[in-house]
């Protein structure tokens, strides 16, 4: 059996699923005409970036195992600059809902990243700055990202995923998705595979 492996560029306001919840929410199914496709993991409707979406279940299912802890980066763009001691803190990790956060790597981007614009814009306050952090975590619980800022004092503004592992956006627009190259798909298998080996170990 020939398995579809693709990679989607989420804009913001869609749902990671097919089946609508309202009439007014754009879903996965107004992008891809794909049967049997399913999203790996989720990506919340206000947020944007990359969806990895599979028909394979068993591979789906090893890559959402919570303690398969892959690697997924944020460009996140949050209300004011955020000093070293909330940078620490994000990055050793925080108390969310009654839950520490694993530690993460996180850095203030120097500039702003080059993206797309956002549809509908983010609201700014005149008078106060933002700046974008570069978050990497290796867990996804629900809303987490901006639960983290939003508990060190900076509320995110506007959140992509820019890669999942070893997948990024690259040239992707918005509302675009594309097929995994072979070599992409071979190393997201040996991942998947070496995780769950290893966690039968212990």
């Not at 993206?115 to 619980?141: C, Q, S, Y």
């Not at 627009?173 to 798909?185: A, D, H, N, V």
């Amino acid at each position: 059996m020939t398995y579809r492996h693709i990679l989607f560029y989420k804009p913001y306001g869609v749902l990671s699923q097919f089946t609508k919840d309202t009439p007014t929410r754009s879903t996965l199914k107004d992008y891809i005409d794909i049967p049997d496709i399913y999203p790996v993991g989720r990506l919340d409707w206000d947020s944007e970036g990359l969806v990895l979406l599979t028909d394979n279940g068993q591979l789906q299912h090893r890559l959402c195992h919570p303690q398969f802890g892959h690697e997924r980066t944020y460009w996140v763009q949050v209300e004011r600059i955020p000093d070293a001691a909330a940078l620490t803190q994000l990055q050793q990790g925080v108390t969310i809902q009654d839950y520490r956060t694993r530690s993460a790597l996180v850095a203030l981007l120097p500039i702003e990243p080059s993206l797309p614009e956002r549809d509908p814009p983010i609201r700014f306050r005149k008078n106060v700055p933002t700046a974008w952090l570069e978050m990497t975590l290796t867990e996804g619980k629900n809303r987490q990202v901006r639960r983290m800022t939003a508990a060190v004092g900076f509320p995110t503004l506007r959140l992509v995923r820019v890669s999942i592992a070893h997948l990024r956006l690259d040239n992707l627009q918005p509302g675009q998705w594309r097929e995994l190259k072979s070599g992409e798909l071979k190393l997201l298998v040996d991942l998947a595979f070496a995780a769950s080996r290893k966690l039968k170990s212990k």
